[in-house]
Every structure is written in structure tokens, then in C-alpha cells.
């Protein structure tokens, strides 16, 4: 799979403001042959460098099928977020990647999925959701259990319930701090709801993004009910700045986050996976 180590440019396509602290950037290279290399996985991030500014890791929550495009959803937390937060069509900025190891797609083929996330942690499994809709008959029953703090930060609401209508498609939607009588979904934690989801733990396979106590209280269900260690997959999130294994912020335990991550499956990190130090 070619990946671009050195920034490469590209353009803004199109921006959406998903929310007032959350937009997506719809983004494609300005060569038009770098665009057609471009490959990657769901799961896989890009460095998104902003002259002047700095770079900064954000996932990839587009499928792989569309090549014309690619899109990041970013919150505004930093320097290099509110810098690309001004971005507008037609805007250009540097990019490296794809980099890391995504989702294992290949194993779920067959399998129920079940993706459990919390906050913006939904958007590296928003690709394997885009991914497993488009190729709907490889895969059983898909499970979409998203939590978040507040209704504000829910966003694509309208995607939620397009795939709530799909065929053998399940949504299961929290907010932990919500009161608005509006509200339309479950209040509390989204891994109190685990009893609720249907899915044959026996042929099931989970994937996972979000804080680690979400995670932590996610895997201990699914493994009562049966679902393998090794069917337990977790995108783990550390300070990331040169994606290659070299700069050692995101080393964990033996491994660096960046190039043997994002994405690990428990049974590789659970030594390591909720310790103090880690």
C-alpha cells in the first residue's frame, strides 16, 4: 500500500460543521496521481500539517471504496485544530500517510459486528460502519452503540437514524449527562446498555474507540458473553507526532501506538491495557 511520509498536498473540498466544536474536512491531493496511489484501511490516520502551525494525527472516517475523497472529523482542542478549524473550500494544507495497523475487516467477514464508542471516539469506527454498509451481504448483524456526555455532542444524527432502518442493523445511543426532556435515546453510560444489544456471541466479533474506562467497562460484558479475547479489537489513543515509530510520545509497553496501533486486538495489550504508567 503506497503511503506518503513526506507531506503531500492537498485541498478543501468541502467543509461541514458538524457541531460548534466539531467540523469535517472533505479533502483530496492536488495531484491528481497521488490521489489515485492514495489507499487506505478503516482504522488507518493521516498527519494533517498546517503551515506555520504544526501537525497533528487525525483518523480517516471515509471508505476505502470512495477514492475521489477522503474526510477527517475534527474537534477543536488545540493550536493545530483551531488552525484547520478556519479551513475553507479550496484551502490546502499537508499530508502525510495513511499510517498505522486498522481495523482486522478481513476477520469480521461473516461475523456479527458489534462497534462500541464514546465521544468523538466514533469517528475511526464511522469507516468500518461506511465500509460494512456497502458490502452488507459479507457481514452478519451490525451492532452501533455510541455514548457521549451531552446531546450537543452527537453528531451525524441523520446517519444514526438512516442506520437504525437498515436491514439487521442496530443502533443503541447514550448520553451520560444529558437531562433535556428531548432527548429521544438513553441516559447513563452507553456500556450499561450492553444487555441490550443482540448479537450471537459465539460468531460476533467487537470493535472499540473511546476513553479507556469506556473500554474497560465494555469488554468485561462481551467477554462474560462469550465473544473470544481475540474478537475484541480496541483503537488506542496516545500523543502521537511523528507516526513512524521514531519519536517514542506514544510508546506502549513494548510497542508504539503509531505503527503497531492504532488498533490492537485485547488479548495483544491487555497486560498493559488499563495500568497505571501505560
Not at 26 to 37: M, S
Not at 44 to 65: K, R
Not at 102 to 116: F, S, Y
Request: net charge neutral.
Amino acid at each position: 500500500m503506497p503511503k506518503f511520509t513526506l507531506p503531500h498536498t492537498v485541498e478543501v473540498v468541502e467543509r461541514i460543521q458538524e457541531t460548534p466544536t466539531i467540523f469535517t474536512l472533505r479533502l483530496r491531493f492536488v495531484d491528481q496521481k497521488q490521489q489515485q496511489d492514495y489507499r487506505f484501511q478503516p482504522g488507518q490516520f493521516n498527519m494533517l500539517y498546517l503551515h506555520g502551525i504544526g501537525e497533528i494525527p487525525i483518523s480517516i472516517v471515509s471508505d476505502p471504496a470512495d477514492e475521489a475523497l477522503f474526510d477527517h472529523t475534527i474537534r477543536v482542542v488545540g493550536r493545530v485544530t483551531k488552525g484547520l478549524s478556519h479551513l475553507q473550500t479550496g484551502d490546502q494544507i499537508g499530508i502525510r500517510g495513511p499510517f498505522g495497523r486498522g481495523w482486522p475487516l478481513k476477520t469480521a467477514l461473516g461475523k456479527d459486528v458489534i462497534l462500541v464508542t464514546g465521544g468523538l471516539g466514533c469517528a475511526p469506527v464511522v469507516s468500518v460502519i461506511r465500509y460494512v454498509i456497502r458490502r452488507r451481504d459479507l457481514f452478519g448483524r451490525l451492532v452501533i452503540m455510541q455514548g457521549v456526555k451531552r446531546a450537543d455532542d452527537l453528531i451525524w444524527r441523520e446517519q444514526y437514524t438512516q442506520w437504525e432502518a437498515l436491514h439487521d442493523t442496530q443502533v443503541i445511543l447514550a448520553a451520560s449527562e444529558e437531562k433535556q426532556a428531548s432527548w429521544p435515546w438513553h441516559t447513563g453510560h452507553v456500556t450499561n446498555l450492553m444487555d441490550k444489544a443482540h448479537f450471537n456471541p459465539a460468531n460476533a466479533i467487537a470493535m472499540m474507540c473511546g476513553p479507556e474506562p469506556m473500554m474497560r467497562a465494555a469488554i468485561e460484558p462481551l467477554l462474560r458473553e462469550g465473544v473470544p479475547e481475540n474478537d475484541l479489537w480496541l483503537s488506542m489513543e496516545r500523543n502521537m507526532q511523528c507516526a513512524i515509530g521514531h519519536c517514542g510520545h506514544c510508546q506502549y509497553g513494548d510497542k508504539f501506538i503509531c505503527k503497531d496501533g492504532p488498533v490492537f486486538p485485547y488479548a495483544e495489550i491487555k497486560h498493559l491495557f488499563g495500568q497505571a504508567g501505560y
